[in-house]
C-alpha cells in the first residue's frame, strides 16, 4: 500500500515563510508547529493575540502573530496591511481557521457566520496577500475544507446569507463547498502565471474545538462514537501540511485520510463532490465574492474550458 506520509516527510522549510490562520489552537496550532519544527518563519494569524502568543511560546522556532478576525474585513485589511508591511514574501499561506454549526448570527459586515468567516474572510486575506507569492518559487495557497462540503451543500445565489430560512448544517456546508470553488478557480486563474499553486485539504473527523457548536441531538451519538471515528489534531494536520509541502503535491489537488470514508487516517488524494468542479458556478461565486468583499486579485479571469460536443 506504500508509505504513510507523516510530519517526518516534511522536507527542510528552512527560507520559507508560512502564515497560518487559526494557529492558535486544533489544527492550526499542529500545522504551524510542525512547520516551525522544519526550519519555516510562521505567522500565527489569529483572532485572540494573547492565545497566540500563548501557543507561539509552546513552538520552537521563528514563530510570531498578526491579529486576524475574519468576520471583520477591516481587520482582515489591517491584517494584509501589517504583514506587506513586515515580509518580503509569503512562501505558504493556509486557509485553516473556521466556524462550523454556528447559530444563525452574522459577522461584523453583514455576511452569515459561517460563509463570512469561512470562505469570505479567506477569499479576502489571500487576495490581498497574493502579490507577495506570485514572485516566489513554488508557493502555495492551501485552504482547508471538509467532507461536510457534501451534506446538503450548495451555493445558495438567491440567499447566500440565509436571510430567509438557516440550517447550521446548510450553511457549513455551502462554505466548505464555497472553499473548494475558491480553490479550483483561483488555481485555474494561477495556472498563467507559472509559480503559486492552489490546493485544498480536509482534515477527516478530528477531535477540536471546531465541534463545540455540534447540536446536541448529534453531539451525543459522537460522544460514543469518539474512540472510533476521531483522530487527534496532530493527525488532522497532515493533509494540510502534505498541501504545504510535498514535493510531488500539484495545483488543484485535495488531500485528506486515507481510512474508510475518509474518516481518519493518513493523507493521500482525494476527490470532492461532482459539483465542487462545476466551473460556472466557481466563477460566478467567484465575481460575488469580490463584489461582497470588495477585494480584487491580481490574476486575470480564468478561461473557461471550452464545451466540446
Given amino acids: 500500500m506504500g508509505e504513510k506520509w507523516t510530519t517526518a516527510n516534511i522536507p527542510d522549510q528552512r527560507g520559507r515563510v508560512a502564515v497560518v ?45 498578526q491579529a486576524l478576525d475574519l468576520t471583520s474585513l477591516d481587520s482582515v485589511r489591517s491584517a494584509a496591511a501589517a504583514l506587506r508591511s513586515r515580509l518580503d514574501q509569503i512562501d505558504l499561506l493556509i486557509n485553516n481557521a473556521g466556524v462550523m454549526y ?97 490546493m485544498a485539504a480536509h482534515p477527516g473527523v478530528s477531535s477540536t474545538d471546531l465541534a463545540r457548536n455540534i447540536p446536541a441531538a448529534i453531539r451525543l451519538p459522537l460522544t460514543w462514537l469518539a474512540p472510533l471515528i476521531l483522530q487527534p489534531p496532530a493527525m488532522g494536520a497532515l493533509p494540510t501540511l502534505r498541501a504545504a509541502t510535498d514535493p510531488a ?37 467567484w465575481a460575488v465574492s469580490e463584489d461582497l468583499t470588495g477585494v480584487r486579485f491580481p490574476v486575470g479571469q480564468s478561461v473557461r474550458p471550452a464545451v466540446t460536443a
Fill in 102 to 198: 454556528t447559530p444563525r448570527e452574522t459577522t461584523q459586515d453583514g455576511f452569515e457566520m459561517q460563509f463570512g468567516t469561512n470562505h469570505l474572510g479567506h477569499f479576502a486575506f489571500t487576495g490581498l496577500l497574493l502579490d507577495l507569492m506570485l514572485p516566489v518559487p513554488g508557493s502555495r495557497v492551501v485552504t482547508v475544507s471538509s467532507t461536510g462540503h457534501r451534506i446538503q451543500a450548495a451555493i445558495h445565489f438567491d440567499d447566500l446569507q440565509w436571510e430567509r430560512s438557516y440550517s447550521r448544517v446548510g450553511a457549513y456546508g455551502q462554505s466548505k463547498l464555497a472553499n473548494l470553488m475558491f480553490t479550483n478557480e483561483l488555481q485555474r486563474r494561477l495556472s498563467t502565471h507559472g509559480t503559486t499553486v492552489a
Fill in 21 to 65: 490562520t487559526g494557529a492558535n489552537t486544533g489544527l492550526g496550532y499542529e500545522t504551524a508547529k510542525a512547520l516551525a519544527e522544519r526550519g519555516a518563519s510562521v505567522v500565527l494569524a489569529v483572532r485572540n493575540v494573547e492565545k497566540g502568543e500563548q501557543a507561539a511560546a509552546r513552538m520552537s522556532g521563528d514563530v510570531t502573530v
Fill in 249 to 285: 503535491a500539484l495545483g488543484g489537488q485535495y488531500y485528506g485520510p486515507d481510512g474508510l470514508n475518509e474518516v481518519k487516517g493518513h493523507p493521500r488524494l482525494v476527490t470532492s463532490s461532482p459539483q465542487s468542479y462545476d466551473v460556472a458556478v466557481q466563477q460566478r461565486l
